[in-house]
C-alpha cells in the first residue's frame, strides 16, 4: 500500500499484519518507513510494505510558521570592562 497522504501531525490508525497502531505522524528521513509517535511515548518505524490499511483520524492542527528573528543582543561598555576584567574576552 503506497501513503503519500500523510502528513506530519497527523493522527492516523495504520493496520499490519500483527498489529493495529494508532499514533502521530512524525517526520522521517527515510521515504520507505512511516515514523509513528505513541500515546506511551515511544516512537516507532513502519515499513510502507508492511501496511495493509491505513486511516487518518485527525489532520493536523497546526501549521509551520516562520518565527520572528531575535534582536541583536548589544555590548555596552559595561559589560565589555566586565568581560575583559575577568578574561572572558581579550582584544
Known sequence: ?????????DKVKIQ????TWEGYILES????II?????????IGI??????DATILEKASYQR???????????TQRSFCHYRRNNFFSA
Do not use: C, Q, W
Not at 500500500?1 to 501531525?9: D, R
Not at 499490519?16 to 498489529?19: A, D, G, P, S, V
Not at 515514523?35 to 516512537?43: A, C, D, Q, R, T
Not at 515499513?47 to 495493509?52: A, D, Q
Open 1 to 9: 500500500m503506497e501513503i503519500k497522504a500523510f502528513a506530519p501531525g
Open 16 to 19: 499490519t499484519k500483527n498489529r
Open 47 to 52: 515499513r510502507e510494505g508492511e501496511i495493509l
Open 65 to 75: 510558521s516562520v518565527l520572528p528573528a531575535k534582536r541583536p543582543t548589544k555590548i
Open 29 to 32: 528521513h527515510d521515504p520507505e
Open 35 to 43: 515514523l509513528l509517535k505513541l500515546p506511551s511515548g515511544y516512537n
